[in-house]
């Protein structure tokens, strides 16, 4: 299988390339030349499997340069008991009639990137094997919360490997923060930076794109790599669950074969909705993705006009994950959706750098359209959400995936759609515990309390167990304090890896 660029100025490449490159050299993404698919026959065959089995059949057409053996290997060290609190990984729980969540936060961070970055260092170093790498990988991310913590976890003392984590000072949760900055390995870094998300992606980008100092960088036995979802290897991982929860379906007999579902994904970056394009691609029953945003609701407005607009305030909420005016993988349904035409997604995306916004001609948005829905929740909306998802189903979720039934209930009241729905829940809602505190015991009640007093509190109310990670954090030792202003970026990674 080769993998081509969005941006249609650099060779094909095999996945062991994609995925130590993580970006294209011409400022593309990667996309796979072809969609694998799956028939119906092949899709009752993965109900039958469990979540290792199924990640497997999913991942290996994918990986034509990876053996089977070693596409088993990785999957094994990723979805296994010592990383994930449950034996189903990703286990389906209903909600209500028709009414799924795809909890997807019982890996070792807490958050769903958990699912892909569990396994992402053990395909970059095979990777890096396949394709003769001599230098130190170097991983570079921003982070709006949480991919951050999950990377590090996931590289942390990995042979061959380093990893710098960027993430905006004021952007993230106290725990988010707090889990970041104690991450004990010798190989990590971890950077405040001034600004918002879409800076500190902004910075990456950038630092990618300096051929100069990337030429530096390997001239000192360094190669720099992305663990953000614009790596493919991060992509592949998320398209497995779609799967496996329609698997879940069959097996407990909600649909027979072919019947099909929506599924309801709280969105930033354009990832996890990204991968459940893919899976719809490969033949998963899909009838509509409803992109579910916050109060950055530029997703919303595309999908509605065909019109991308970052031009607006960005606003901080309590979905901070979703903080994002830039969703850097809308760059790839975009190449799929225009018949893979790289020369209208380059002038886009040059669109988008010089002035801030670009319009999609009309086949484009009516085939974005077509497919998806979308709408957002302000935070007071989202807060609502999880209150009355507590009180009518006993289920506690955490702020983004409230964003994520606050916009589902919007599209039933708009549509009448009774199809069978799976609302993707991104974070256990103990990692944004003042939020959900407050949104289930009233604001009187977190007053004053930090949020680690909060996670007992939570615990007590919910009788839900406190996730292993989230445990003592306040009493973990800070390793990294250092803050730097958007401009200095490029000088911290120099200074983290060159100098001693
Ligand atoms: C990253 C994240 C999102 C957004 O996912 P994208 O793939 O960036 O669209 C939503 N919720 C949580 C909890 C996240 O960590």
Redesign the pocket.
Known sequence: MFYESTRGNFRRVFSAEAIKLGISPDGGLFVPREIATFDLPALEKLAGLDYRERAFTILKPYLTDFSEEEVRECVALAYNADKYDTPEIAPLRRLAGGLFALELWHGPTS???DMALTILPHLMTRSAAKTGEKSTIVILVAT????GKAALEGFKDVPGTRIVVFYPEEGVSRVQKRQMITQEGKNVAVVAVRGNFDDAQNGVKEIFGDAEFNRELNSSGYTLSSAN?INWGRLLPQIAYYFSAYADLLNEGTVSVGDKINFV??????????AAFYAREMGLPVRRLICAANANNVLADFIRTGAYDRRRPFIKTA?P??D?LI?S?LERLLYHLSGRDHVRVRNWMADLKESGRYSVDELTRARVGKLFWSDFAGDGETKETIRSIYRNYNYLV?T?TAVGLNVYKKYTVQTGDPTITIVVS??SPF?FNESVAGAILGEEAVRGKDEFSLLEVLAAESKMEIPQGLKNLDKKPVWHASLVAREEMQEAVRRNLLSV
């Open positions: 958050a769903f990137k709006s919360g949480d991919t979802s994904v709280p969105t930033g970056n354009f990832g996890n909705i990204l979905s994950s979703m994002i969703s993988n955490d983004h991104t974070a990692k």
